[in-house]
């Protein structure tokens, strides 16, 4: 029998040294000017601006430690941010992680927290200098992702003109068809792994950003969501065809396995972090050229146009339906 | 009988438009590029680097909703990370906020959260320019601060060298004062709000690190633990005097009250964030003029003086007893 060691046993100092022996595998990066271990960690902003933006995670409403691996966790959290600040336009640079946890929690799920923060940053350019630890009752991981303008304006999401074609970058529909395969008990199904850990195209933004996007989101709540929180800072509406939606094969097989639609996976599912922008409809072929050349491919369509007017539709048929997620109405 | 409007009511959209509502009423900032309503928000780091700290606090465990306020959690939650920022000798820029909330928890407490951060902020030079608001069975709330060097070294604390003066800019002991006050069950008491509210000298930090501060740490675990922290990172000692700790009356009082020594809860009390720094002997003298010179007074004092050797001892007397504080260790 092996006995389990939990975060107790090693206490708040020897936890964090844990953590930032394991981190420090990654090795220097360019970016940090001074790492863990004092007040503050000092990170590289050359461009004179940073980007900042931050999100929380719970044990139990944003993930489930019996169908999540604390590599998982940490993978999807650090991504989920890091995709907010390439959806900016912004090159990554540094990461911050609150993790407040029982006493009780393994130091394994901790060990692999820390080792799928590494991953993710490192894969998207960037370092994680600095934490906090803490003991709570409930298990919440929270991150704080910086990062760096190159001189670029910002893309906001309050760009979209009239006009624009609407494009995404990276997959639609995948963690919700892995979340749906979860939840019918198929674990072991490979699109499950979509929800553990989205593929984020981080690169690809960044193209987008300088190719002359006018507007771009993360899709974390949905295509249509997102893209309704876009028109909306953009004061213009957006017309789009369940024609034009990818629909993989993939999630059209998972989807007569759990007898789901699979379009509702691709227009209201979230958590891919994928990249919807908007962009002169002149520039659209062209970056289907330029994401060409990004060396590892990246799904990538124009799923509709800008038009004036407010809110998005579907101009060929119903629109898929929703469910919706608000954090205070189950 | 008043109905009281909880989290759920207010969905999470509505509470965060609430939120950013409230935190507009601190008016814009220079050093916000970017607010709220984005994928990121973006902040001037004209430095061309940016310090970065972050914190999680967890209800039951860093405060008590019976104790304090949402008010006072804001203010103190901010106050922890500004402080954090100021010890590098960075002027604070900005701060996110992440919080995790249960359904039923009451708005008024997070209007009182926001407008504590919103004030805080405010106070040390930052704006609050984004955040996330998730459910939660815990109420958690996590703060990330940023600040910016002005061209200034980071001031660590790995810069102490032997012959340099100690001191102490900003309260200590109020904080386990007022937290002795309230567990004895007086919330009445005048020092209660040290432990609600700290008052953090952010200038008079800034002034000791362009004054030539070779190391500061903000005090957050207790003077001797955080000057611990100090001697290990610069491979020194440090020598304290129990004769040259100060010793206001309102502490004398308070520990007649409880029946506690009040030499512990300077020594050892956390929360305070004063700031302990290190200077060449010579600058010590020249600190207390320019702390002087400060506009509202800060208590600033000389305890001791860095040695070769490790560790932190009393030169005239037994340390004050310790309790220590470990978050897995209770």
């Given amino acids: ?81 890091l995709a907010d600040i390439a959806a900016m336009g912004a090159h990554p640079t540094a990461l911050v992680v609150g993790l407040a946890t029982p006493g009780d929690l393994p130091v394994d799920w901790v060990d692999g927290l820390a080792d799928g923060f590494r991953d993710e940053a490192t894969h998207a350019g960037a370092t994680v200098v600095g934490g906090d630890v803490v003991s709570s009752p409930t298990l919440v991981v929270s991150v704080t992702a910086l990062g760096d303008l190159h001189g670029h304006r910002p893309v906001t999401r309050s760009g979209a003109r009239p006009g624009d074609a609407v494009v995404v970058a990276g997959r639609l529909g995948f963690a919700a068809a892995g979340l749906a395969l979860l939840h019918a008990g198929r674990p072991d199904a490979e699109l499950a792994d979509a929800h553990r850990r989205p593929a984020v195209p981080y690169a690809a933004a960044l193209r987008l950003a300088v190719l002359g996007a006018t507007s771009m989101i993360d899709v974390s ?4 969501a997102d893209l309704g929180h ?20 993939e999630l059209v097989d998972a989807a007569l396995d759990v007898g789901a639609d699979p379009l509702s ?37 124009q799923v509709g146009r800008v038009v004036t007017g407010s ?20």
């Fill in 221 to 224: 709540d949905g295509l249509v």
């Fill in 230 to 249: 876009l028109a909306q800072a953009s004061g213009v509406g957006i017309e789009l065809a369940r024609d034009d939606l990818p629909l993989p094969a």
């Fill in 1 to 81: 029998m092996r006995e389990i060691i939990v975060v107790s046993d090693l206490g708040e100092f020897g936890l964090i040294a844990r953590i930032v022996a394991r981190l420090a595998t990654a090795g220097a990066s360019p970016a940090v000017v001074l790492g863990p271990g004092d007040d503050a960690a000092v990170v590289r902003a050359a461009d004179g601006r940073v980007a900042v933006t931050t999100d929380v995670l719970v044990d139990g409403v944003h993930f489930r430690r019996d169908w999540s691996t604390g590599y998982d966790v940490g993978r999807r959290a650090a991504a989920a941010n």
């Fill in 311 to 330: 809110g998005v539709v579907f101009v060929d048929g119903p629109a898929p339906a929703a469910d919706g997620w608000d954090h205070f109405r189950p």
């Fill in 265 to 301: 996976w691709v227009a209201n599912g979230g958590d891919d972090h994928a990249f919807a922008a908007t962009l002169p409809s002149d520039l659209a072929l062209r970056a289907v050229a330029e994401l060409a050349d990004l060396g590892e491919p990246v799904p990538f369509a």
